[in-house]
């Protein structure tokens, strides 16, 4: 079993639609959850980052964790054909901790229709 | 603030030659990583420096690659001989310590023919 899973996709949406991305855990130590985006031919974008269950908002999106389930989301509110790419959970275990290695998720191609 | 700095951007070799990628990170930032990015999948990581120490290198195929950081700043990975298998983006990253948002280089894009 992977520790990190993640629906590959390709998710493709209309333009304004809700986008829900998630991502299961197995590792309970993990503490730190990271969403990315990629671009075709770029390095990834750190798009959010929490530490804590619940959601956290920045403009359209909202990154939500739930620990109990190991379970955390990406949620994209109005999308844009700008959005479209490739998003990347990740996650690590405790900061400041030698074990503290980023692990990342498969990623899902997400296509945003105009 | 600039960011991460890899080259080359890109790199076509024959199978059992060798090839080496470096990386300048953030400035300040003691943890740099190298991960390999195969076409479809999420970066894997090989190695993770933290100044001029290894942290991890678990998964680094170590009778072919190699990595170095040298005074704690710049990273040189090195593939020795490559492999069809190896053609894949090499990533660079750095984060300010252990664990936290990682920033990511453009990557080199690496085929192996």
């Known amino acids: 079993q992977k520790e990190v899973e993640q629906d590959p996709g390709p998710l493709s949406v209309p333009e304004g639609a809700i986008v829900s991305l998630n991502c299961t855990y197995s590792n309970s130590a993990f503490q730190y959850f990271m969403w990315y985006r990629q671009y075709s031919r770029k390095g990834p974008e750190l798009l959010m980052y929490t530490y804590s269950s619940g959601n956290k908002e920045d403009g359209r999106f909202t990154a939500q964790v739930d620990k109990s389930s190991k379970y955390i989301s990406l949620f994209i509110r109005d999308s844009q054909p700008s959005d479209s790419a490739t998003y990347l959970c990740?996650?690590?275990?405790?900061?400041?901790?030698?074990?503290?290695?980023?692990?990342f998720g498969s990623g899902t191609r997400l296509s945003i229709r105009p | 603030e600039a960011g991460v700095a890899q080259s080359p951007r890109y790199k076509i070799i024959e199978k059992r030659q060798s090839v080496a990628f470096w990386c300048n990170p953030i400035s300040g930032h003691a943890t740099l990583y190298w991960y390999q990015q195969i076409l479809g999948q999420g970066p894997k990581l090989l190695i993770q420096f933290q100044n001029n120490g290894v942290v991890d290198d678990s998964q680094l195929p170590k009778d072919r690659f190699s990595a170095e950081r040298l005074k704690g700043v710049d990273s040189t990975l090195k593939i020795q001989p490559a492999k069809l298998e190896d053609s894949a983006v090499y990533l660079c990253?750095?984060?300010?310590?252990?664990?936290?948002?990682?920033?990511f280089g453009q990557g080199t894009r690496l085929t192996v023919v």
């Open positions: 990740a996650m690590s275990p405790p900061l400041y901790s030698s074990a503290s290695k980023i692990i």
């Open positions: 990253a750095s984060s300010l310590d252990y664990g936290g948002e990682a920033f």
